[in-house]
């Protein structure tokens, strides 16, 4: 099979979490392919996993959060694509990412 790149990195340096997903694979030909609201669904899991249940998820905490997705890209793929996969596959994966790059953060701030 086609191998699959995930790539996102989070900046945090100016109060906002930025999720760059610059490095992405493009699309691929198979039904991985994830629309943008899957991508959007898999940083607000990952976010809630990590903050206490007392925080309302709601507008508020989400407005300091952007995110760039690279067209074209399995994350962001053109109209035709088939995308019934990366619904469970890709979005697992893509969660997966996200919480390692907060872990990498994590430990290079010594918690």
């Not at 995930?6 to 691929?28: I, W």
């Not at 619904?87 to 994966?93: A, C």
Request: net charge neutral; charged share 15%.
């Amino acid at each position: 099979g086609t191998k699959i790149a995930l790539r996102v990195e989070v900046n945090g340096a100016d109060g906002s979490a930025v999720f760059d997903f610059e490095g992405t694979g493009p699309q691929v030909h198979g039904n991985c392919n994830a629309p943008r609201a899957i991508t959007y669904s898999a940083i607000i899991y990952a976010l809630r996993a990590m903050v206490a249940l007392d925080v309302p998820l709601n507008q508020g905490c989400l407005r300091p959060v952007r995110v760039a997705v690279p067209e074209g890209s399995i994350l962001w793929p053109r109209r035709e694509a088939a995308v019934v996969g990366g619904n469970v596959l890709t979005s697992q994966r893509l969660v997966d990412v996200i919480l390692a790059a907060f872990g990498a953060a994590a430990a290079s701030q010594g918690c």
